[in-house]
């Protein structure tokens, strides 16, 4: 079996996609030869890419990444030098990223940043326009990028993100003008080779994270840092054997709300606070003597309007928390199917492989199955905007009665 090759620079970055770094350190080397104006083969550049892969593979990483090779000065991603250090850190001019914090991403915004993208770059080689989460594209901010790439400007590149190159998440016709990256499922022992190695944790418990992880990189780093994101990891997990009586449904269901809500909370909590103090004093609302009254009052007004977006931002947050829970209550599921099938595939759960084997023995396939498309329909359900609790508690319900 031939090993991996050993990513360098900016790309180490990369956990597990060998294959994208090749694609993409390749085209950052042929748009170095275009700004030095060298003949490059057809194709080996172009001004609009999707990355698209699971949660957790590093869509925004790579997107990241591809942007510091862009901005290098060897053309190469070397990592060490003032383009590269720039982007990675998040400050370099010529790169402008849009990360939604809410459930889409507008119109409005998406037409301010194809005004930018249309200048030419002022410290760096290219104009980089970043978007994460493709997906959350509002119809008329898919009609405002889509003009951007239909004509795109000399020297913007655009890199979209998104789960997938599906229609329901980006436009046919955004998807046939961009070159297509697929990022891959990280194999856990790169994703644990990179806790270790970058993040410090100890070998046997970053082992562990990476092997319940599911292949998704942030949430590994999570268990293995986070105390809390362990305890209710064990919670969910509870939930499938735990449902014995009737009020079980109920009792259960508050469980992942309440630990969704308190995952979200925690996250947003320290990050509004620090936004709201410093809008306060940006607009002088946090100032004393003469005239404040009025400098006072417009910073309420857009104390206001933040709170808005913060708002929205935590319900996309408790969604996403709670996503992730009831992918790791369907990959529970999964493992109980292929135990009870004999299949001896590797277990997302293998903690809890006594747990798994019990649940093989007491329920019929058929049931798994049921039990299994309730969690798929309730994540389907919430992204279609139906009360979190509302989807919640059906599933649960059907989870008991098989």
């Known amino acids: 079996m031939t090993e991996a090759p050993v990513l360098i620079g900016v790309w180490k970055q990369l956990v597990g996609q060998e294959p994208a770094a090749r694609t993409l350190s390749s085209a950052s080397t042929a748009a170095a030869r275009i700004i030095e104006n060298q003949p490059v083969a057809p194709g080996a550049m172009t001004h609009a890419w999707l990355v698209t892969g ?4 590093g869509r925004s990483t790579a997107a990241r990444v591809f942007a510091a090779a862009l901005q290098c000065s060897t053309g190469t991603g070397c990592g060490e030098c003032p383009g ?13 990223l849009v990360a939604p914090e809410g459930l889409s991403i507008s119109v409005a915004e998406m037409r301010s940043l194809v005004q930018a993208a249309a200048r030419r770059p002022t410290t760096g080689r290219w104009q980089v326009v970043i978007i994460e989460d493709a997906d959350r594209l509002t119809e008329g901010a898919s009609n405002a990028l889509l003009k951007a ?27 046939s003008r961009c070159r297509l990256v697929t990022l891959r499922t990280p194999p ?44 209710r990891r064990s919670t969910v997990l509870r939930i499938p054997l735990g449902l014995r009586r009737p009020s079980d449904v109920f009792t259960c269901a508050d469980q992942l709300i309440s630990a969704a809500e308190a995952d979200a909370g925690e996250e947003s909590k320290v990050r509004d606070e620090a936004e709201r103090s410093e809008l306060r004093t940006a607009m002088g609302g946090d100032g004393v003597g003469k ?8 910073a309420e007004a857009a104390v206001k309007q933040l709170e808005k977006r913060q708002k929205s931002r935590a319900t996309r947050t408790q969604r996403d928390t709670l996503d992730l829970a009831l992918v790791d209550l369907a990959a529970f599921y999964r493992d109980v199917l292929v135990t009870k099938s004999g299949a001896g595939a590797t277990l997302n759960h293998p903690d809890h492989a006594s747990e798994i084997s019990q649940a093989a023995s007491a329920w019929a396939p058929d049931s798994i199955l049921r039990r299994l498309e309730a969690v798929l329909e309730c994540r389907e359900a919430i992204d279609l905007n139906v009360k979190p609790r509302i989807a919640v508690e059906a599933m649960v319900t059907t989870l008991r009665q098989g």
């Open 54 to 57: 699971p949660p957790g593979s």
């Open 84 to 96: 590269c250090r720039t982007v990675v850190a998040g400050t370099h001019a010529d790169v402008k």
């Open 149 to 175: 790439v239909e004509e795109p400007p000399d020297r913007t590149v655009f890199l979209l993100c998104a789960p997938s190159d599906h229609p329901d998440d980006v436009s046919v016709t955004i998807r």
């Open 188 to 231: 856990a022992e790169a994703i644990a080779q990179v806790l270790v190695e970058r993040d410090g944790i100890d070998p046997e418990r970053a082992k562990w994270a990476a092997s319940v992880s599911s292949g998704h990189v942030g949430r590994a780093r999570r268990l293995a840092t986070d105390e809390a994101a362990r305890q």
């Open 291 to 298: 005239g404040v009254a009025g400098a006072k009052r417009a």
